[in-house]
């Protein structure tokens, strides 16, 4: 590596040209998720070090989650993305390794329907028609003529349901509706498996056990927002037939069928026809040391740990707060989590017109700097700019809190 002139060593990134930012937008996969906490990188770094059977280390994986989340098993792919396209391999073909083979086609499969509420539609629910299902939208998004009262109901969803459904895509969030125990009550009745994607919806570390408790037969977290882990990583947890057809269409399977001896607990050999091929998720693999990094980030991710992370965001927030007093064309707003220990989010509102400036333009303005600055942009279109307290420290809210001040030309 290269020294510069005062004499401090490069850093990894800078070494390779590219220059770490301050994130005050969240957990977002674009800039880098979150920072690992040192136990975690320890335990990757020893992990990195020695060669396990992944089967073995996934059944290891599969009981961890398993008791974090309630469910029966578990497993660690490259995302929630990843453990959603799965969750729907799994869904659609079951133990049937002829199926599992032919995936992503689904012409001979007897289910390769997902059922999803159109307001539940959204920019990753590419993830299920990746493992080759079709979405079946149902429900109205009425949004514009002021008269639609009623969000999508249980009978629309059941009215869909057919011999080719596979499966009923649920997105979560407080407010999600229909509310995920009646879709999962008359989901059971129909004998039709429901799939959460929850990516987003920790912290708090409750609701790791949430989806599950309220009846989803698969729940898919990210393992690099709020836990923690490797930014590579998504926790699919669920029921153990399920996770079991997940394992033999993500694991290298260039195995001798009779010379394999999967863990009992992962996989039913004796349920198989044979060993599948590589299947349709063997590109959703996580690596040795990021399961382990991913299981360490998630025995510390507990209420105990979220409490003070909320406390110390609260006083990060408030510190910018009272920084920006007397910058006259802002006001600031409080957007608090509906979970209990969720994130919570400064708005700063601009007066567009007297500061001269669009939230767009400020937002772009922090980014200019070096180190550049990324604020929430969800609100840009209504003059409002988000602080996201989860990667910001004392010394990266002091330096967003002075740029912001000199973009805004705040009085001194
Ligand atoms: C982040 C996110 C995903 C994707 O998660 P990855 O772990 O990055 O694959 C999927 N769905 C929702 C709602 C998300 O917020």
């Given at each position: 590596?290269?020294?510069?002139?005062?004499?401090?060593?490069?850093?990894i990134?800078e070494?390779?040209?590219?220059?770490?930012?301050?994130?005050?937008?969240?957990?977002?996969?674009?800039?880098?998720g979150?920072?690992?906490?040192?136990?975690?990188?320890?335990a990757?770094?020893?992990?990195?070090?020695?060669?396990?059977?992944?089967?073995?280390?996934?059944?290891?994986?599969?009981?961890?989650?398993?008791?974090?989340?309630?469910?029966?098993?578990?497993?660690?792919?490259?995302?929630?993305?990843?453990?959603?396209?799965?969750?729907?391999?799994?869904c659609?073909?079951?133990?049937?390794?002829?199926?599992?083979?032919?995936?992503?086609?689904?012409?001979?499969?007897?289910?390769?329907?997902?059922?999803?509420?159109?307001?539940?539609?959204?920019?990753?629910?590419?993830?299920?028609?990746?493992?080759?299902?079709?979405?079946?939208?149902?429900?109205?998004?009425?949004?514009?003529?002021?008269?639609?009262?009623?969000?999508?109901?249980?009978?629309?969803?059941?009215?869909?349901?057919?011999?080719?459904?596979?499966?009923?895509?649920?997105?979560?969030?407080?407010?999600?509706?229909?509310?995920?125990?009646?879709?999962?009550?008359?989901?059971?009745?129909?004998?039709i498996?429901v799939?959460?994607?929850?990516?987003?919806?920790?912290?708090?570390?409750?609701?790791?056990?949430?989806?599950?408790a309220?009846?989803?037969?698969?729940?898919?977290?990210?393992?690099?927002?709020?836990?923690?882990?490797?930014?590579?990583?998504?926790?699919?947890?669920?029921?153990?037939?399920?996770?079991?057809?997940?394992?033999?269409?993500?694991?290298?399977m260039?195995?001798?069928?009779?010379?394999?001896?999967?863990?009992?607990?992962l996989?039913?050999?004796?349920?198989?026809?044979?060993?599948?091929r590589?299947?349709?998720?063997?590109?959703?693999?996580?690596?040795?040391?990021?399961?382990?990094?991913?299981?360490?980030?998630?025995?510390?991710?507990?209420?105990?740990?979220?409490?003070?992370?909320?406390?110390?965001?609260m006083g990060?927030?408030?510190?910018?707060?009272?920084?920006?007093?007397?910058?006259?064309?802002?006001?600031t707003?409080?957007l608090?989590?509906?979970?209990?220990?969720?994130?919570?989010?400064?708005?700063?509102?601009?007066?567009?017109?007297?500061?001269?400036?669009?939230?767009?333009?400020?937002?772009r303005?922090?980014?200019?700097?070096?180190?550049?600055i990324?604020?929430?942009?969800r609100?840009?279109?209504?003059?409002?700019?988000?602080?996201?307290?989860?990667?910001?420290?004392?010394?990266?809210?002091?330096?967003?809190v002075?740029?912001?001040?000199s973009?805004?030309?705040?009085?001194?």
């Amino acid at each position: 590596m290269t020294l510069p002139k005062e004499g401090r060593k490069l850093g990894i990134y800078e070494s390779l040209g590219v220059s770490p930012v301050i994130n005050a937008a969240g957990t977002l996969t674009r800039l880098g998720g979150t920072v690992m906490r040192p136990e975690v990188r320890d335990a990757m770094s020893e992990a990195a070090g020695s060669l396990v059977p992944i089967d073995e280390l996934q059944a290891a994986a599969s009981k961890a989650i398993a008791e974090a989340c309630g469910s029966d098993a578990g497993y660690v792919a490259s995302g929630a993305s990843a453990g959603l396209t799965l969750g729907t391999a799994a869904c659609m073909v079951g133990l049937d390794v002829a199926a599992m083979d032919r995936l992503p086609s689904t012409a001979n499969n007897g289910r390769n329907e997902v059922i999803i509420c159109r307001p539940h539609r959204n920019s990753y629910d590419h993830a299920y028609r990746a493992a080759g299902a079709t979405l079946v939208e149902v429900g109205m998004s009425d949004r514009y003529t002021g008269v639609g009262v009623r969000e999508t109901e249980i009978w629309e969803i059941e009215a869909a349901i057919t011999e080719r459904t596979a499966a009923i895509a649920y997105t979560a969030s407080p407010t999600s509706f229909p509310a995920l125990t009646a879709v999962t009550a008359m989901a059971r009745k129909r004998g039709i498996p429901v799939i959460v994607d929850a990516a987003g919806q920790l912290p708090p570390p409750s609701n790791l056990r949430r989806f599950i408790a309220e009846g989803a037969d698969l729940v898919s977290f990210s393992g690099g927002k709020a836990i923690r882990g490797p930014q590579g990583t998504g926790i699919l947890a669920g029921r153990r037939d399920l996770i079991a057809s997940v394992a033999l269409q993500q694991l290298d399977m260039d195995v001798t069928f009779e010379l394999w001896n999967p863990p009992a607990e992962l996989v039913p050999k004796d349920k198989l026809a044979g060993a599948p091929r590589h299947g349709v998720g063997r590109g959703y693999k996580a690596a040795k040391e990021q399961i382990v990094g991913l299981l360490v980030a998630l025995r510390l991710f507990t209420e105990e740990s979220a409490r003070k992370d909320y406390d110390r965001w609260m006083g990060l927030l408030k510190g910018i707060e009272d920084g920006l007093q007397r910058c006259t064309h802002a006001k600031t707003a409080w957007l608090l989590p509906k979970y209990a220990l969720g994130f919570p989010l400064l708005e700063i509102q601009l007066d567009e017109k007297s500061l001269g400036l669009t939230a767009y333009d400020v937002a772009r303005k922090m980014k200019e700097g070096k180190p550049a600055i990324h604020v929430g942009e969800r609100k840009v279109m209504e003059g409002s700019i988000l602080i996201h307290p989860a990667n910001l420290d004392d010394a990266s809210a002091d330096s967003l809190v002075g740029r912001l001040r000199s973009v805004l030309g705040c009085p001194a």
